[in-house]
């Protein structure tokens, strides 16, 4: 059974970059698809960017295309969001999953972009 936590957020100005970390357990991370989700306050939880095993990523959120990257290290068990050029619409709580086979939700990481 893979469980995921997220690491790396915090509070940055518009215009500033965080990375953010999704660490798994267990031992066939590999084997997933990981995907990065966000929920704003009084927002449903939407689908970011996606990572399939074999590294191919998707970005379903237009609103982060060129801003955001999805990367993974199969070897350390975790997949990573590069974010730059924040904006304060992305401030959200970011989770991470494997859509195809979801687990429990982790607690998240808080983002907050200031203006």
């Known amino acids: 059974q893979v469980q995921l936590m997220e690491s790396g957020g915090g509070l940055v100005q518009a215009g500033g970059s965080l990375r953010l970390s999704c660490a798994a357990s267990?031992?066939?991370?590999?084997?997933?698809?990981i995907g990065w989700y966000r929920q704003a306050p009084g927002k449903q939880r939407d689908l970011v960017a996606t990572i399939t095993s074999s590294g191919r990523t998707n970005y379903p959120d237009s609103s982060v295309k060129g801003r955001f990257t999805i990367s993974r290290d199969n070897a350390k068990n975790t997949a990573y969001l590069q974010m730059n050029n924040l904006q304060p619409e992305d401030t959200a709580v970011y989770y991470c999953?494997?859509?195809?086979?979801?687990?429990?939700w982790g607690q998240g990481t808080q983002v907050t972009v200031s203006s």
């Open positions: 999953n494997t859509p195809y086979s979801p687990k429990t």
């Open positions: 267990g031992n066939i991370f590999s084997i997933y698809t």
